[in-house]
């Protein structure tokens, strides 16, 4: 039986953590949040700040009805499942449980994968280290680019045309080089007025 087989049946997912916290990014910025980060990612970002998510067999599994009581007992009304790579692992179980607690589902995904599960919101950034599968960008209900090089600004242009029109627009400068990408991705809003400049504000917070 293959790992994802696995966890439709067990209803199990490896778990890096999972935690009450304020949303940093995008267009939810400044919510109360609970997040799941789920372990296992291939895409492999060489900036990644959570590189300990990478190993899909180093995190413990957690069943996803815990896993929602855990969430909707923090006080949270919605949950960010975010990763590690999280569409790399069967959503179903754990969006049907989510939702069956009454939590909003929101999803951020690099798009390494076809997504499953039933969500509220996807937030789709996607990666140059690992191509995005083609059916996710017009699933995208918010699309954030981590800008870590100029040339990164017109690589967000092209899937900006493949998102549906109702789709958010952000650059987010990625966090290593915010002092020198941050002007640039000013200058770049300023003239193309429907993008937003993204902040991780959770880092400047100084909580998770
Ligand atoms: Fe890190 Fe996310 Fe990139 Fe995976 S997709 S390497 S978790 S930044």
New binding site residues.
Partial sequence: MSNLESEILNSELPVMEDFYTIQGEGFHQGRAAYFIRLGG?E???V?????D??DVNAHPKMEVHALAQKAKLSGSQLAVVT???PTMHNLEALTQALQQVGLRTHLET?G?YTITGTWDWICF?P?K??PPHPSVAAQADELKVVVFHKSDLAWAEEFAHLVKPACKLYLQPEWSKESEILPLVIDYVKKNPRWQISLQVHKYMNIP
């Fill in positions: 990612c895409v492999r970002c900036w990644c700040d959570v590189k998510s990478w990763g590690g790579e690099s390494a950034s990666k280290f690992k």
